[in-house]
């Protein structure tokens, strides 16, 4: 699984090709990426509001930050393409993931141009220490070999999201998992929250 808005894309097309044929044969779609490609117009020619689902990542809104621990286009070049896509009518989804409060301008944040929010909190690993620069001892809960914040730090942290008619937590501590799906995610069986034709 890897983005599939890469810039090679605007060589070979190979997403756009597949997107035509998942729209020939009626097949649905989720499409996450980092990219501001998939506004272009020749996809938004080419994408059906009845099956596709898009998700932006958005990891920071600092343009400055993002560029010093990932290869992707920058945050507001990303946050114009989920305000277009969203103004043409598209299921599309801030995907803030993963959510870093210290990453976060909250202000642009919250008056991002779309109704749909998906939040990931960090989960860190020895791996993720090496991404970034950050003070882990909060994260103290220990699930599936990683290390969590706590509900009521996440909790604390949601509040702070106030720009969306509909939030949803992608979570995987399991006790987490069932606080977001009953009072919090908008779609009980899919915490994507696609929207359902």
């Not at 890897?2 to 060589?11: A, G, L, M, R, Y």
């Not at 809104?61 to 277009?84: F, W």
């Not at 210290?102 to 919250?110: E, K, P, R, T, V």
């Not at 909060?138 to 909790?155: P, R, V």
């Amino acid at each position: 699984m890897t983005d599939c808005f890469q810039p090679i894309e605007k060589k070979y097309k190979v997403t756009y090709n597949t997107i035509k044929l998942l729209n020939k044969y009626g097949i649905g779609y989720l499409i996450v990426t980092k990219s501001n490609l998939i506004a272009d117009d020749e996809y938004i020619k080419i994408l059906d509001k009845k099956l596709a689902h898009i998700q932006i990542t958005i990891t920071t809104t600092q343009d400055d930050l993002s560029l010093t621990y990932e290869k992707a286009t920058v945050p507001s070049k990303r946050i114009e393409a989920i305000e277009k896509l969203q103004e043409h009518g598209f299921d599309v989804q801030v995907r803030l993931s993963p959510f870093i409060e210290q990453y976060i301008d909250f202000d642009i944040l919250n008056n991002i141009k779309c109704d749909k929010i998906l939040i990931e909190f960090l989960r860190v690993n020895s791996w993720i220490k090496r991404w970034f620069d950050l003070d882990y001892s909060k994260y103290t809960l220990k699930q599936s070999g990683y290390c969590h914040l706590q509900l009521k730090d996440k909790i604390k942290m949601l509040k702070k999201i106030t720009g969306f008619e509909e939030v949803t937590i992608c979570e995987d501590v399991s006790n987490h998992y069932l606080y977001w799906k009953r009072n919090v995610n908008v779609n009980k069986d899919d915490c994507c929250n696609l929207r359902k034709e």
